[in-house]
Structures are given as C-alpha cells and as structure tokens.
C-alpha cells in the first residue's frame, strides 16, 4: 500500500482544537514525544523530573525519574532524611542509568531497521509499478477483462502445481539426506540399498505439501 | 538552529551540561504548556536540577499543588496504570516499534513473494527457491486464484462473456505480452498456439479495447495494489509468512 504522505510541519494555532478526532490524536502523539524529551533530559543532563498529563477522556498519564512518587513526596517534603550522596543511593542511580542506556541502544536499533525495511519496501513498489506498465497480467483482478482472468488463472493453476511439484521433489531430497539429482534424474535411486516404494513418494507428507500451502506449521 | 546528532549520554562537560539543560528544560515547559493549551487539559511538571535549590515547576506552584492534589484524588490503581519511569517508558517505546518493524517486514514479504510468483509465471524456473519461499509462493497463488475466480464469476453473472475469446498467447519469446511457464513442463491446454497465428493474435491483443482498456489507467498510485491485500491483511499471513 502506497504510503499516505503524511502533513509535515504545519503551523498550528495555539488555541484548544476544536475537531475533537484532531484533539485526541494530537494528545497521543505530543504526550509521547513530551514524555521522550523528558527522557533525554534526564539522560543529558542527569536530572530529576515528574510531568503528571490528564487526557481528554479524564485518564491520567504520568513520567518520572527516578520515579513519579518520589518526586511528588519530595515536592511535598515527605521524607527529609533521605541523603543523596549515600553509596546505596549511587550503586542504585548506577543499575539504573545503566539498563536505560542499554534500553536506548536496543530501541535505537530497532528504529534503524525499520528505516531500512522501509526504505526497501520503496524500492519493490517501485518495482512492482514498472513492472505493471510492462505487464497487463500484474494489474489488479478487478481490473482485468474476462478473457484475460481466464488465461491468467489456467497460467496461475499450472504455476500452482509446478509449486507443488517441486515442493515435493524438495522434500523427497531433505527426506533422504540425499546428495542431488542428477540431470537424468537417476541418482537417488543407485545410492540407496532398498528403492523408494510408491507407498513413500505418495506419502503423507508430500500429499500434504501439495494440499496445505498456508498451514505448513509443521515443516519448519 | 543547530542539528548536529546528540549523542543520547550524561554530558560529562560541566558547562555544556548546564547549557543544554537550560535550552531543554525551556523547550520541555514549552511544549508542556502547548500541550495543556491546545487539548484542554491539566498538567504540571515539577524538575529538580543541581542549579536550582527550589524545583523549577510549570505552571505554577499553585498549579502544581492542585494538580498534584487531583493526581492524588483518583483511585491507586489509575494513578499507576499510566504511570512510567525511564525505563518502562523505553520499554513501551520498544514494543511499539518491534510491532512496526513485524508488520514493515510482513509487507515486504509479501512484496517480493508477488515479485516471484509473476517473474514464475512468465518462466523464471523454481530451482532456487527454497522450501520457505515455496509454501509462501504456493499460499499467494491461492489467494490470487481466488481472487480470480471469484472476479470471473461475477462477471458471469453480471454480463455474459463477449464474443469468442482471441486466440491464446504463444509460449516463448515474446516478453511484454504472453505468459508462459517453465520450459520443462508442459504448458496446459491452451496455452499452445502453432506459430503461423502469432502474428495475429499479438495484433489482435494490441487491437483489443475491451480486455485491456485498463491499461491507461496503470501509473494511478493506490489502485495498483492487488486487491487481496487490502481485504485480508490482517487474518490471512500469518500463517503463510511466520509459521
């Protein structure tokens, strides 16, 4: 599917959006990315922070490092005597800035293999549309007058048992951790004490291969 | 404004530190404050830095007070159902992008599966596929069969098929018009034409509207898509593509 482009930066009014789809859906996205620059914040620049966010819908969302609570108790100066310059105190902020540096790594990772299955989806749609101009066959089903889905789908039903076909070969070879046919197709059997009866090559497995494309759980 | 990439680590330099703190934390408030303003809602932010004794707080401190104090009045467990630390927030983060890096690499998938099938169709031979591809392949053609005969059996019943069909293509050679299938199987009934027709049936196909009418509309971005894909995308890969 052809990816809708999306906006890009508009210039917004600062007043309350009146669409409320609009509303909810800036809620969801600017109460993410405030949450993100929090977090960046706190990893720069090692700092203390609680942002508390009601949604529309009355929900409450809240960030905090080292944790909301703490922060709040702190803000309302419960627990005076905690010191900050404790060993306990350090070992702990140390665990934990730790596991968020390797949490961003990890997160990081995966964001660049995103940008590069995306970045390769590109490249097949645009494939796929040049190769639509070439040929009519590739066009969508609807679209495709009456004699050319039936020549499609004879083309189609005997590409199906070619499939078939050489699915079971494959599997007949893996199956007898044989070495490969050769082009006369005599190989397997010289190498083998006792031949491969029909009762095999009819077996259940093939016969299953050749009627089960979608719910092959059991092969892998 | 400066975009050089800032590498996500405590800035060991003092005052580069105390720089970017003041920067962010005017950029953070800010966007707090957009943030209330244009979806009408409460919010507060509270941040405790070694600069400032005091906490430096938005709105207020007697906005903080009172949305600390409606934090308070709602039940425990909706105070912590949305409630994160650095860490399960990433974690939320990484969640979502693993699903999105699953469903990006699903597409694909099925992307270069339907590049196979027709560069198959056409001729390109089954050998290098492995079993993997195959049961993906076998799979996409059954949804593209019934596709097909379901399309062929609406326009049964809605127009009855005009007139005698043109001859059928030609196996070999001609590469933009025809298609044929692996040179070691027999083509099926139909598919075979003695050459004397050729030239005649390439005329007629180039001549034909009806059937191929369609083809000034190729180039129109989303109609390209293969209608399966739109109907059944959620139900039907996921046995085929990540058994």
Request: charged residues 25%; positive net charge.
């Amino acid at each position: 599917m052809a990816k809708k482009p999306s906006m890009g930066r508009q210039k917004i009014k600062l007043a309350k959006i009146e669409i409320k789809n609009h509303l909810q859906v800036t809620f969801s996205k600017r109460r993410s990315g405030l949450f993100k620059k929090a977090s960046e914040l706190c990893t720069l620049c090692g700092v203390e922070i609680a942002i508390i966010v009601f949604s529309p819908a009355g929900k409450v969302f809240s960030f905090g490092n080292p944790n909301v609570e703490s922060i709040i108790d702190r803000f309302f100066d419960i627990n005076p005597s905690v010191n900050p310059s404790s060993t306990a105190f350090h070992l702990l902020d140390a665990h934990r800035i730790s596991s968020v540096r390797d949490l961003n790594l990890q997160l990081s990772q995966i964001l660049n293999e995103i940008e590069v299955e995306r970045k390769r989806g590109e490249a097949l749609e645009n494939m796929k549309k040049n190769s639509q101009i070439q040929h009519w066959w590739e066009a969508p089903v609807n679209e495709l007058g009456f004699h050319d889905l039936e020549q499609l789908r004879d083309a189609m039903e005997e590409l199906k048992k070619n499939v078939s076909n050489q699915a079971s070969k494959q599997m007949f070879e893996v199956t007898n951790r044989t070495t490969f046919f050769d082009s006369n197709n005599v190989g397997v059997f010289d190498q083998y004490e006792t031949k491969p009866t029909q009762a095999f090559v009819n077996s259940s497995a093939a016969a299953a291969l050749s009627n089960n494309f979608g719910y092959c759980h059991g092969f892998f | 404004m400066t975009r050089k990439k800032v590498k996500l680590a405590f800035i060991t330099n003092d005052s580069a530190r105390k720089a970017t703190f003041k920067k962010r934390k005017k950029g953070l408030m800010k966007k707090v404050s957009e943030l209330s303003t244009l979806c009408g809602i409460d919010t507060c932010a509270i941040i405790y830095s070694p600069y400032e004794s005091q906490p430096e707080v938005w709105p207020d401190t007697r906005g903080v007070h009172r949305v600390l104090a409606q934090f308070k009045r709602m039940p425990e467990m909706e105070q912590s159902k949305k409630m994160v630390n650095q860490e399960s927030f990433i974690r939320q983060r990484i969640a979502k992008a693993s699903e999105q890096l699953k469903k990006q690499h699903k597409e694909n998938r099925e992307k270069e599966i339907t590049q196979v099938m027709y560069q198959c169709l056409t001729g390109k031979g089954l050998q290098n596929l492995m079993m993997a591809d195959l049961n993906d392949l076998g799979w996409l053609i059954d949804q593209n069969l019934k596709e097909i005969y379901k399309r062929i059996d609406e326009l049964k019943k809605t127009a009855p098929p005009p007139p005698p069909p043109r001859p059928p293509p030609e196996a070999p050679q001609v590469t933009t018009g025809n298609l044929h299938l692996l040179q070691e199987q027999k083509p099926a009934v139909g598919l075979t034409m003695d050459a004397m027709q050729r030239p005649q049936w390439f005329t007629d196909w180039m001549n034909n509207p009806s059937d191929h009418q369609q083809m000034n509309s190729f180039g129109h971005g989303d109609e390209m898509m293969l209608s399966f894909t739109d109907n059944n995308h959620n139900t039907m890969w996921s046995n085929a593509f990540f058994p």
